[in-house]
DNA sequence: CGATTGGTTGAGCCCATTCAACGAATGTGG
DNA sequence: CCACATTCGTTGAATGGGCTCAACCAATCG
């Protein structure tokens, strides 16, 4: 797919006030837009980048999933995230211009790239998207402290609840199922980041699916009871 | 104190290159400096400032040593981190204008405190401070996910050794020892930093200590085997 | 078709927790 | 100044939640 003949991708795009133009104006937006590169194709199961790699550009996910996962040394891993629609890859390389985790597509994908170098200068240039850029990057930083959160004090439990509820949040803002989940990730890549087995992960989807809070059938959940996943995760 | 009479707080500080200025020119550091307001003394056991609380300025650590932590609805709460001289406080709150966490000092410190919307001028002012900021942001990213790695996928005594490993790296930065360690804070800290409780912390301290990897004398603690610590995080 | 990857479930084990007792240090008020 | 309370830390014994090891099944793919 061949998008350089299209004036403005960001302006038409559906899930723009979910990505970097959100809360920017339509001029903004076109400005924008110019200096964003091709969008670009990431098939499953290829990386967008890996550990190590040279910090070159951003890339927002247009359409797809994706996995950010880092390696220890002695080869252990953790995923540290998975990100969808309007959600930004390469964050964390603007520290050491350095990519410090490996970007993995779980399915066939969609990126939108733009240089970060172009990124900076377009944010001298337009107070308003700086402004919303540094939201962005604090925004990622909550999202952090609330796995740390997640990791340091929840039991499996409350752990996968708040999974499957942070997820069906996210789809539901992407006018998709808020009930209906299709998990593109394995029971190891929950488990890596949750800090959990994948046998785990998997008995507990069981024992939801037993309690009747969850509808189970491989990689496809149906949230059945979103209030007592809720009580699972607030409640103790 | 009153440094209201100094021309450039800045310029003058010792740790001026692990904090804001960092990477600044000296004409660059002056324009900063008349923007930062008064010095502020924060006694031991206060708090700078609380969850929920309005977002105005940014904090960089003077002198002293702090704690932020999250509160989970339920009481139970999680320490995200440990700032010392030249940290900055606040980098949460950018995205939601309010703070989502608490900063409680550990000792008598001092902080210096910047407006972010005055903050953000200068930035569009100075491309080098809004691109070092940007980096500052994004260091912030990856601690975050160095502390999930080891959240999610190390053992205790690899979690203590991590902890006590990184503080001695940050205090030997700012030319104090990197052997003599004075904690600043609890057990139950450390414990909830770390996803381990209290009197596993300390079992593990004497535990290191049995094994001639510390001496631990309440919350003083020397490093004896810096090597045999590192061993421990990487190899398993 | 066999090979591979992903998922489920069981049995036993171990690391960290829980519960508990105790000691040291610090602070407070009479 | 001492008596007392409080906070912080250490250590022991017993428990249990999640892990390890293992077998098995289903789906996918070359």
Known sequence: ??????????????????????????????????????????????????????????????TGFFKTSILHEDGRAQVTGFQMAGEILGLDAISTDQHICDAVALEDSAVCEITFDRFEELGQLMSNLQHRFNKTLSREIVRDQGVMLLLGSMRSEERLAAFLVNLAKRFAARKQSGSELVLRMTREDIGSYLGLKLETVSRILSRFHDQHLLEVKGRNVRILDQQGLNKLIEGS
């Open 1 to 62: 797919m061949d998008f350089s003949e299209l004036k403005s991708v960001c302006g038409g795009c559906t899930i723009r006030e979910l990505c970097l133009p959100a809360g920017l104006s339509d001029e903004e937006v076109l400005l924008l837009d110019q200096h964003m590169a091709h969008r670009q194709v990431v098939k499953k199961g290829e990386s967008l980048y890996r550990t190590g790699d040279a910090f070159r550009s951003l890339f927002a996910v247009s």
